[in-house]
């Protein structure tokens, strides 16, 4: 079983940087699909960037394409979420969510096995 704990959320300022870290325990994370989640105040939980087992597909919402990176290190059994250029609208509470198996992809939160607890974003203006 993985566990995943997040890290790097904070307070920003507009056109700022942060980069997110979730790191996994157990032995068979890189047999996971791996994916990133945001849920706003008053907001339904939705999906940010996701990346396939070995690294080589990712994928992201149109509201982040571009500004966005994510990126996994199998051997440090992490994913990583590099954001540039943040907006007010990126703040949330962000999410990783780890995916044993994905049957219709990476977007849907029902792909996802495991959740961690989540690290909050807060982009001032």
């Known amino acids: 079983q993985v566990q995943l704990v997040e890290s790097g959320g904070g307070l920003v300022q507009a056109g700022g940087s942060l980069r997110l870290s979730c790191a996994a325990s157990?032995?068979?994370?890189?047999?996971?699909?791996m994916g990133w989640f945001r849920q706003a105040p008053g907001k339904e939980r939705e999906f940010v960037s996701g990346?396939?087992?070995?690294?080589?597909?990712?994928y992201y919402a149109d509201s982040v394409k571009g500004r966005f990176t994510i990126s996994r290190d199998n051997g440090e059994n992490s994913v990583y979420l590099q954001m540039n250029s943040l907006k007010p609208e990126d703040t949330a509470i962000y999410f990783c969510?780890?995916?044993?198996?994905?049957?219709?992809?990476?977007?849907?939160?029902?792909?996802?096995?495991?959740w961690g607890q989540g690290t909050q974003v807060t982009v001032s203006s």
């Open positions: 969510a780890a995916a044993r198996k994905v049957i219709n992809g990476l977007g849907r939160r029902y792909e996802y096995d495991l």
């Open positions: 157990g032995r068979t994370f890189s047999s996971y699909a």
């Open positions: 990346i396939t087992w070995s690294g080589n597909l990712t």
